[in-house]
């Protein structure tokens, strides 16, 4: 088989971060034992957070997180840096610097050339150079699927570490990139998106989230983190049961990427999409199809999702967009909800 006729999305089960356990099995898997031994480790997986994080007691604190899955598009280069720049996004969603990569490289050497697996390292190569920093290293596997992702160490001052707990009712919510990657992906495997819509889908999930090591030093960004497989509302769900407050949607607001709705209509709706709902549903106000395929969208790559203090919120929107981000909210913090329906979508 030639390169021209090697379509990645086609030897794997999933897509992206569609890829990811379902937050209700993961649950399951990782049960509640979350004791803490170390007093040092000053971030752990309890709240569900984007990486860990260790105090080196000079007021600088590791950040260490992995972050791998299957190929959500056919172009090996490409694949490689989306799944690059997804796993740095937890470095910068903890408001943290990238010192350097290691990768996580399984492929069907009997099934897929050399050359092609080689093309998708280069692509975690070229997005660990545009983060300044080096791909070091990794570890590989014979596989029945394409893997590939990488293992970041960051470093970020403890003062300005960011974490998914902290939201504060008042609070603005803020997302810096558009949702509808896991229906455009899924477009591509039906073999129904057109080629500019994959071309943005594609430039989107290979932008870094770099504007979070930024973000570190502002006045009143009480917790972010970055929307990836479990979609807007699983993440924000993880935000609001970690800072115990619940929070409203603003349907309308949301960023979408181009043609979203069209795809949805043209039954491209991955099955992470179900997933997710099933999983934190319950959690949810009710919600009308339309909704529901949006908010539970499976994101690879996605955005970082910001909540903000009032007081702070003229001085975020100054400073996001001198840094080119025209952002609006998407959302608010409220009270905790004394019901069950954590997340309200208007």
Known sequence: MIEKDIKLTEFSHGAGCGCKISPKVLKEILGSNYSNLDSNLLVGHESSDDAAVYDLGDGRALIST?????????????????????ALSDVYAMGGRPLMAISIFGWPINSISSEIGAKVIDGGREICSRAGISLAGGHSIDSPEPIFG??????????????????????????????????????????????TDHNLAVDQMCALNDIGSKLSSVEGVNAVTDVTGFGLAGHLLEI????????????????????????????????GTIRNFESYGKNLSKLSELEKYIVCDPQTSG?????????????????????????????????????NKIINIK
Do not use: W
Not at 254 to 270: F, G, K, S
């Open 66 to 86: 992995t972050d791998f899955f299957m190929p959500i598009v056919d172009n090996p280069f490409h694949f490689g840096m989306i799944a690059g720049s997804n």
């Open 240 to 271: 609001c049961r970690g800072s115990q407050v619940s929070a409203e949607i603003y349907f309308d607001k949301l960023p979408l990427l181009p043609n979203v709705i069209e795809y949805i209509e043209n039954d491209c709706v991955p099955g």
């Open 303 to 339: 955005g970082l999702l910001v909540s903000v203090s009032q007081e702070s919120l003229n001085d975020f929107v100054d400073f996001m967009t001198s840094n080119s981000l025209d952002l609006e909210p998407i959302g608010k913090i409220l009270e905790q909800s004394v019901e």
């Open 150 to 195: 990488l293992s970041v160490s960051g470093i970020v001052e403890i003062k300005n570490l960011k974490k998914n707990i902290g939201a504060q009712p008042g609070d603005s919510l803020f997302l810096t990139k558009p949702l509808g990657i896991g229906i455009l992906s899924t477009a591509q495997k039906k073999k129904v998106v057109s080629e």
